[in-house]
């Protein structure tokens, strides 16, 4: 059963998108697999609107532009509900963890800004939020940087306000665990005991090695254990738990549908991790929660900060977004609207109906990243 059931008609009118040059990070970031790189992730904007006048705003991939606004500007009006089961079923063959599934995600999420906007109502009011922030806690933590950079960082974090910092473990391609284990020892004394560690090793380790460093670990007090082993190896989790681990483990961001949640919940996860710029459904984030819930397991969400804030106000204070800072930082200093983070909590505008996260074009375009600007219209009949 879906959790948003809305009945409104929309039809597509115009879409504006801006195609971003590569965005260069400050310095390059790396995970324990040697992800993420020179550049955020940011390919482009886009402006959708519909017959009554909203416009929904999102940072959305050329691969989006290219495969759904042809779908989208078609002419045709159809309610919130059939959009979404159309779009939905045309990406089965390619299967529900595709790019072309989160596509239709992407659409799910642009059509809730615009029925809140004709509300309006900021999205997370519309969708029953009763409180205008979010728990929050900080993550980066390189590879790449050194020990020092790497307390440094940690203890930004704390000073900012907030009380669980996470970082990223695997060097040197997962060989290095002495490393590791220096680095979370040089954290653990900078920051005391109050404060929360976490590590993320991004499906670097075996079971087997996953669980020897888990055990090396176990002096630090680690709130979490994130992403040790293959997101898809169920069993691995079942396993790491049947040996004795004694951290939580943390995973989901690599998943796209509820249903993979709850294996991870029968395999014995312990917080499971969705991602808001990867869900096939946004309804999705909430029935995750809730399966958390009714587990007794615990629940975060990932992705881009600022637009996943509206969802983390549907969360409870100890179901906390991340604030992931390589990433976000940059791109945030692009935007406009943006939250306000107080004391390890993320505060959202309530001011401006629908989603009031908005890239400022003018930053983009005077720094050299706005490479062109294409207008997009529904064919003549």
């Known amino acids: 059963m879906n959790v948003f059931d809305y009945k409104d008609k929309i039809r597509f009118t115009k879409a504006v998108f801006y195609n971003f040059r590569p965005i260069p990070l400050p310095r390059p970031f790396q995970d324990g697999t040697g992800g993420f790189g020179q550049n955020v992730p940011e390919q482009g904007y886009l402006e959708l609107s519909d017959d009554t006048g909203m416009t929904a705003h999102y940072t959305v991939t050329r691969a989006f532009v290219r495969e759904m606004l042809p779908k989208l500007l078609n002419g045709e009006s159809r309610s919130y509900n059939d959009w979404r089961e159309t779009l939905y079923w045309q990406a089965r063959n390619a299967g529900f963890q595709s790019g072309q599934a989160v596509n239709v995600g992407v659409v799910d999420l642009l059509m809730l800004d615009i029925l809140s906007q004709r509300a309006g109502k900021a999205l997370h ?3 029953g939020a009763e409180k205008d922030w979010a728990a929050a806690y900080k993550g980066g933590g390189s590879i790449l940087l050194s020990d020092a950079e790497l307390v440094e960082e940690m203890c930004r974090y704390v000073s900012e306000g907030f009380m669980t910092v996470k970082f990223k473990v695997g060097s040197d391609k997962g060989r290095n665990m002495e490393r590791d284990l220096r680095r979370i020892e040089k954290v653990r004394e900078a920051v005391g005991e109050k404060i929360g560690i ?4 991004n499906q670097r380790w075996s079971v087997e090695d996953a669980v020897k460093f888990a055990r090396l670990a176990e002096p ?13 190896d169920f069993n691995g989790i079942r396993r790491m738990k049947e ?14 549908i509820s249903y993979m949640y709850e294996i991870y919940l029968e395999k014995g996860l312990d917080i499971v991790q969705p991602s808001l710029g990867r869900m096939t459904r946004i309804d999705d984030l909430l029935k995750i929660r809730d399966m958390a819930r009714a587990a007794g397991k615990g629940f975060q969400s990932g992705g881009r900060t600022a637009y996943n804030a509206t969802f983390g106000c549907l969360y409870g204070a100890e179901e906390p977004i991340e604030f992931h800072a390589p990433i976000s930082e940059p791109v945030q200093a692009l935007m406009r609207n943006l939250p306000e983070f107080r004391d390890g909590r993320c505060f959202v505008r309530s001011d401006i109906p629908g989603i009031p996260i908005r890239m400022d074009l003018e930053k983009l375009e005077k720094l050299g990243y706005l490479e062109s600007r294409t207008i997009y219209l529904p064919p003549r009949a």
């Open 125 to 127: 009011r519309f969708l």
């Open 198 to 201: 976490a590590v993320d090793a």
């Open 220 to 232: 630090y007090r680690l709130v979490w254990f994130e992403e040790p082993i293959h997101s898809a």
């Open 243 to 256: 040996l004795g681990v004694k951290q939580k483990l943390a995973a989901g961001e690599s998943m796209r």
